[in-house]
């Protein structure tokens, strides 16, 4: 895990839901403070990777003390958690980087994180709502988290670095496998598959991945819905 430093601005008490321990556990580099004034006063000193407000544990929207961050530190990315309930037409979208709303899992938090880390997401291809890192085989889409198989993971970069793009099976078996043979190509139906169950939102209706007739298949890149049409 990065040895970049976490801010987090969160307060422990008996009702409120915090997460220090969750994020120690999964090895990341964390300093708590109280306020959002202490944070102010850290970030300028120490230029953390990330900071997180924990609002609901402050007992408050976390508004006021989001936009004093995002003035003030205008280069560091902030992940802002609003209380349950919150009135989000009258959030301004532009204060922080990632806007979460209680209550969600610390994987979910977890997974924002690590796509906010430099050190993290360095070799990640991000397309539409896709987001693969080569170098761990795992990608995120859809708010699920899975690691591929070398092959499907290889496949996968080819279409996203071809999105809209009508792929010939003979181009991907090249790319993939390094065979010009097209007599057999179950093993890329396969694989093809496998992709779809890991960023489709129904993979028995593809969205993303699709089917071209005769020829192969093609990447769209815009996000959708399990009944969305291609």
């Known amino acids: 895990?990065?040895?970049?430093?976490?801010?987090?601005?969160?307060?422990?008490?008996?009702?409120?839901?915090?997460?220090?321990s969750s994020l120690?556990?999964?090895?990341?580099?964390?300093?708590?403070?109280?306020?959002?004034?202490?944070?102010l006063e850290y970030a300028a000193a120490h230029r953390p990777a990330l900071i997180v407000l924990n609002a609901p544990s402050l007992g408050t929207s976390g508004i006021r003390i989001c936009r004093?961050?995002?003035?003030?530190?205008r280069t560091i990315p902030i992940i802002h958690i609003l209380p349950e309930g919150t009135d989000r037409s009258r959030y301004p979208g532009d204060l922080a980087d990632v806007v979460l709303e209680m209550p969600f899992t610390a994987r979910k938090l977890i997974n924002r994180i690590k796509r906010l880390l430099p050190?993290?997401?360095?070799?990640?291809?991000?397309?539409?709502?896709?987001?693969?890192?080569?170098?761990?085989?795992?990608v995120e889409a859809?708010?699920?988290?899975?690691?591929?198989?070398?092959?499907?993971?290889?496949?996968?970069?080819?279409?996203?670095?071809?999105?809209?793009?009508?792929?010939?099976?003979?181009?991907l078996m090249q790319q993939v496998w390094q065979t010009d043979y097209v007599g057999d190509t179950r093993t890329l139906d396969v694989h093809v598959r496998w992709v779809r169950e890991a960023i489709e939102p129904n993979p028995a209706k593809p969205c993303h991945i699709v089917t071209v007739?005769?020829?192969?298949y093609r990447f769209e890149p815009e996000a959708c819905t399990p009944e969305t049409p291609r």
Request: glycine letters at 14%; charged letters at 25%; proline letters at 5%.
């Open 1 to 20: 895990m990065s040895g970049e430093t976490i801010l987090l601005i969160e307060r422990p008490g008996k009702k409120a839901v915090t997460f220090a």
């Open 24 to 39: 120690e556990r999964k090895g990341f580099q964390i300093q708590v403070v109280l306020t959002g004034q202490k944070a």
């Open 68 to 73: 004093r961050l995002h003035d003030g530190l």
């Open 119 to 138: 050190g993290e997401r360095k070799d990640a291809i991000e397309v539409g709502p896709i987001r693969l890192a080569p170098g761990v085989r795992v």
């Open 142 to 171: 859809y708010g699920r988290e899975k690691k591929l198989t070398p092959k499907a993971a290889s496949l996968l970069q080819v279409f996203l670095t071809h999105p809209g793009e009508t792929l010939s099976r003979g181009f």
């Open 213 to 216: 007739r005769g020829v192969g």
